[in-house]
């Protein structure tokens, strides 16, 4: 065989076959008679071998029948691999990898998941909910494509997009003194309370918000584990607006303030790597649903 084979030719190949018909042929391919007697003349020459018989225009030989189901098999491949390749980069074939807080996880992800699926049907999402510090890991290792945290120290592999304004607050039971009070309190008012710490205390690092905050009674990594520790009145936590429990809990949140410490949230992707098609949709949606969630629950958008 002198060159490689071109879909165009054995799909008019194929379709001259089945039909035994050039006319056809040039028919469903938008192409003159003529055109297909060349374009079947230049097929021979690309085989080495007669596929036609002599004087029946549109009659395969018997080699012409024995190599009309791997043209056949050839062109399926070629266009099962063109459809994959226009979904995927339309978006909508692929996987999408997330890291992200479990606050998060727990509230906003769900919502962010039915719409990008409602979206990307044909796109499978997988999702890890951890600690900001461990978001931004993944993200810069590659282990997720996109992520959600409480943005740290810059970082020139990583591109932030800062989206709300976040602030902290107490957690406690409804009948604690902290949450009958009806206002927001000052930090130093959790002098002599018992502190549940959890995983968003990395932040409060740097601010003067009282050493107790340093050395917490418990700390609770799991964020179930946490809620339900609250909710048995065994001490009280600090979390920010955006990780304020759902009423479902049943617990009060009291805003804390003098200080008032912010902290900023927002996605992290790769810095050098741009985003497959489907992972820029997500990222879309995540900025627009996040910006709401946080106007839901008090939290300044920065966007």
Not at 58 to 85: C, K, M, Y
Not at 103 to 131: I, T
Not at 184 to 195: H, V
């Amino acid at each position: 065989m002198s060159a490689p084979f071109k879909i165009q030719q054995l799909r008019q190949f194929a379709i001259a076959a089945r039909n035994q018909s050039f006319r056809v042929a040039a028919l469903e391919t938008h192409r003159s008679q003529a055109a297909i007697t060349l374009a079947m003349r230049a097929l021979q020459e690309d085989v080495g071998a007669q596929l036609f018989e002599d004087g029946h225009q549109a009659r395969l030989t018997p080699l012409g029948e024995s190599l009309l189901p791997l043209f056949t098999e050839l062109i399926n491949v070629h266009d099962r691999i063109q459809g994959d390749i226009r979904q995927i980069v339309r978006g909508e074939r692929g996987a999408v990898t997330l890291s992200l807080m479990p606050s998060l996880a727990e509230e906003w992800l769900p919502d962010v998941l039915r719409r990008f699926r409602l979206d990307r049907p044909g796109v499978k999402v997988h999702a890890a909910d951890v600690s900001s510090p461990r978001v931004a890991e993944m993200v810069e290792s590659g282990l997720a494509e996109l992520g959600v945290a409480g943005l740290i120290a810059p970082n020139p592999l990583l591109r932030h997009t800062p989206v709300v304004r976040d602030t902290f607050g107490v957690v406690c039971r409804p009948d604690h003194r902290i949450a009958a009070s009806g206002r927001s309190i000052p930090w130093k008012a959790l002098r002599g309370e018992t502190l549940i710490g959890n995983t968003t205390f990395h932040a409060l690092q740097g601010h003067d918000v009282g050493a107790w905050v340093d050395a917490p009674d418990i700390v609770l990594h799991n964020r179930g584990s946490l809620m339900a520790a609250v909710q048995a009145g065994l001490g009280i936590t600090v979390l920010p607006t955006l990780a304020r429990p759902p009423a479902q809990y049943k617990l009060a949140f009291v805003p804390l303030i003098s200080p008032r410490v912010n902290r900023i949230v927002g996605t992290l992707c790769r810095t050098e790597q741009s985003l497959l098609p489907a992972a820029q949709h997500m990222h879309e949606l995540m900025l627009k649903s996040l910006a709401a969630f946080a106007r839901a629950r008090g939290a300044s958008v920065l966007l």
